[in-house]
């Protein structure tokens, strides 16, 4: 199926004033808008020329929301349901192994059915433990994915917009500073925007960052990100026991430092993290200013 083309349609807005003068004819013509005078723009846009202006229309976000969405929906169809009675599993695993074991040809004497009893247990614990594994590995492959194409979808999104600000708001080589530009520095960006003139946005910034270490961990193991993120909210080293403290999370690994062996992302934290990611794309503002002396 080959993937629908998106256009970026936008509302009638003062930004067409950053366009050249042929292009924003043909746009206003076509669209039947009127360009406003330059004075009857609001006080704000009139200090383009000292602001760095970047646009996140409708269509931006829609298309951040619908394939945030669609990824979390994935997830939750075709891995959280799959994986969630895997107890029941194991539990039907181990009566049908012994039932094979009972049956199967060659008793002289017939089956001693407390030595296959036990061996079906310890078979059914082991596969258990395969799917406790598998179950474990796809979820925190689902955490980093969701962080990534946050990343992915917002250095695109800076790509295609950064080269109609009134002057370039990366530096001479845009794509690759954005491209390169890690968390820290997304960060950074994000603070000295009017971004955080929402009353919600350090909040969502602070989370995404403890999600940009989840990401980091799943990805290397241990290192600097892992310990971050141990320091910053150890919940995550729980495993797949949620009653353990801090403390008794090192003894259970013997280890000064925590293990990445230990990374768990239950589906109640899945879909915590996802909706720190919807509600950035939800309070990404229309128009986001920067000025120059903040870059």
């Known amino acids: 199926m080959v993937a629908p083309r998106v256009v970026r349609i936008c509302a009638p807005s003062p930004v067409t004033h950053r366009l050249t003068n042929v292009t924003k004819k043909r746009i206003m013509n076509r669209c039947g808008w009127d360009l406003p005078e ?11 020329e000292s602001n760095k202006f970047l646009h996140f229309c409708t269509s931006n976000r829609a298309v951040a929301l619908g394939q945030h969405k669609a990824f979390v929906q994935g997830i939750e169809n075709h891995v959280i349901t799959v994986f969630q009675d895997i107890e029941q599993d194991g539990e039907d695993f181990i009566k049908q192994e012994y039932d094979r074991l009972c049956s199967a040809p060659g008793w002289e004497d017939g089956p001693d059915c407390a ?11 082991e596969n258990f433990q395969n799917l406790l594994f598998v179950k474990g590995q796809m979820m925190n492959l689902a955490t980093a994915g969701i962080y990534h ?3 992915k ?3 695109s999104f800076l790509e295609r917009e950064a080269p109609f600000s009134p002057n370039q708001c990366f ?14 520095k997304i960060q950074e960006w994000l603070k000295a925007w009017s971004f955080c003139e929402h009353q919600d946005a350090l909040n969502i910034i ?13 990805k290397h193991g241990a290192g600097s990100s892992c310990k971050k993120l141990f320091e910053k909210d ?5 495993g797949p026991y949620p009653h353990l403290s801090p403390d008794e999370i090192l003894r259970l690994t013997n280890l000064s430092h925590p293990d990445p062996d230990n990374l768990w992302i239950t589906s109640e934290r899945f879909y915590d993290l996802a909706g720190i990611i919807e509600q950035f794309w939800n309070i990404m503002p229309e128009r986001i200013y920067v000025s120059y002396g903040e870059i």
């Open 206 to 218: 602070d989370r995404l960052h403890t999600l940009s270490l989840v990401a980091n961990t799943i």
């Open 171 to 184: 530096g001479e080589d845009t794509r690759k500073t954005i491209q390169e530009a890690k968390f820290g």
């Open 149 to 151: 194409l946050w990343e």
């Open 234 to 238: 150890s919940v995550f080293f729980k």
């Open 153 to 155: 979808t917002l250095k």
């Open 115 to 125: 030595d296959l009893a036990e061996l079906a247990q310890a078979r059914g614990e």
């Open 38 to 48: 330059r004075d009857q723009l609001p006080e704000r846009d009139q200090l383009m």
